[in-house]
């Protein structure tokens, strides 16, 4: 299985800071990265999907970067609505895999 | 507009079954690869289950092979999961989640329904 490992695990940060957060996996996936946004108490929100492309919708202060074990998402200026956790989630193989996840919290 | 709703959790002891239901409105549902992703409390999401947009392919965890069975009924547009054998470990919020591509082959997940709760417990 392919393991995906996230950091940090919990970032405080305050509106208009710009946010990267890291998804190392195990073995080589080439592009196939997503990245996901939850809200508590709610289903996980696609943000972006092939390493690089936004989803319709999402703002283009997201962006995703990298390849093959090393990926990243930046939030380049972070809002008050951004304020969730942060997954990532390959697609190479199955089973498919998630990152532990990422809380971004309000200094 | 798409979207899924999930229902069919509750509270249920170890070792019974268990079958939840995905209901699809707002898509073409014989076109979409359909998944099951569960999150136990508070913790990260974990693939389940996927089925091809016909039925006919699925694949499964490790941790739920040969318990749970997933399930699709396209002239209704609804998703299933039955889930027999339960254990403490597979409470959690069930999501089922699809994208537009007929195979099982690996993608990402749009859109996602809401989510129903299992909770497994004596």
């Known amino acids: 299985d392919i393991q995906l490992t996230q950091s940090p695990s919990f970032l405080s940060a305050s509106v208009g800071d710009r946010v990267t957060i890291t998804c190392r996996a195990s073995q080589g996936i080439s592009s196939y990265l997503a990245w996901y946004q939850q809200k508590p108490g709610k289903a996980p929100k696609l943000l972006i999907y092939?390493?690089?492309t936004l989803q319709n919708g999402v703002p283009s202060r997201f962006s995703g970067s990298g390849s093959g074990t090393e990926f990243s998402l930046t939030i380049s200026s972070l809002q008050p609505e951004d304020f969730a956790t942060y997954y990532c989630q390959q697609f190479n193989s199955y089973p498919l895999t998630f990152g532990g996840g990422t809380k971004v919290e309000i200094k | 507009q798409a979207q899924l709703v999930e229902s069919g959790g509750g509270v249920v002891q170890p070792g019974r079954s268990l079958r939840l239901s995905c209901a699809a409105s707002g898509i073409t549902f014989d076109y979409y690869g359909m998944h099951w992703v569960r999150q136990a409390p508070g913790k990260g999401l974990e693939w389940v289950a996927v089925i091809s947009s016909d039925g006919g392919n699925q694949d499964y965890a490790d941790s739920v092979k040969g318990r749970f069975t997933i399930s699709r009924d396209n002239s209704k547009d609804m998703l299933f999961l039955q889930m027999n054998s339960l254990r403490t470990e597979d409470t959690a919020v069930y999501y089922c989640a699809g994208l537009r591509v007929p195979t099982t082959i690996p993608y990402w997940f749009d859109p996602w329904g809401q989510g129903t709760l299992v909770t497994v417990s004596s």
């Open positions: 092939a390493t690089f």
